[in-house]
């Protein structure tokens, strides 16, 4: 086990308070959202070699009643969540945006409630 | 800021390589798939859709690397969870080892679900 000495900042699990505890937990708790989601999404899609055709598009008007559609704008919101904290994530690795690690949040979480504005605005036209 | 003992990293350094490579790889993949799905080529989404983006090669790049991607990239991560609750010793070992023959039976399932989109 090799260890070295590296300056780092409050983020992670690594002290268990603040902006860098949420980032963390939410990173995680998305992250495991998003696995169960990535398993279901080959379970329905390979519907259309297991079932044919018709299953696949009965299939698919299913799961575009109201109900799947919010569950669809929480889905990206965990993938914006997820990516846009990743990003944060692979800048501090390169060493980018340590000491800013907070400002960093906050403006890809602005960001990426702009994109869900977006996919919320869409997913609004299937619902009314 | 403060300074801390930083170990080598519990899961390996490739993993840990793999996981960003990954990571870059699902940012531009996911752009593209939700951009294009869901804002662009709007409109019910149907067995002859799918057909339609898969008779085209881009879509079939993006798709399987999605697929690779976020498999590799889900289940590494899902480890990574799993070593913090004690999975240490031959009980990391045997935990790596699952993991893989899931991600790699994921991967051929994946591949076989798609299949009569590519062949058609």
Known sequence: ?128 | MREEIIQEHEGGMWPWLLQRVTAVILLVGLAVHLFTLHIVNLGSLSYDNVAGRLSSIGFIVVDFALLGAGLFHALNGLRMVLLDYGFTGGRKTALTVVIWIVGLGAFAYGTWALWPWLTS
Not at chain 1, 14 to 19: E, N, P, R, S, V
Not at chain 1, 51 to 64: K, N
């Open chain 1, 1 to 128: 086990m090799t260890e070295k000495n590296r300056e780092t900042a409050n983020v992670g699990a690594g002290l268990w308070k603040g902006t860098g505890m949420w980032a963390w937990l939410l990173h995680r708790i998305s992250g495991l959202v998003l696995v169960v989601y990535l398993f279901a999404h080959i379970g329905v899609i390979s519907q259309g070699q297991a079932q044919g055709q018709a299953a696949f598009d009965r299939l698919f008007r299913t799961l575009e009643s109201p109900v799947f559609i919010l569950l669809d704008v929480a889905l990206v919101g965990a993938v914006l969540y997820h990516g846009f904290n990743g990003v944060r994530v692979l800048l501090m690795d390169v060493g980018v945006g340590i000491r800013g690690h907070k400002t960093v949040y906050y403006a890809v979480m602005g960001a990426g409630i702009v994109c869900l504005g977006l996919f919320a605005v869409t997913a609004l036209a299937f619902i009314v």
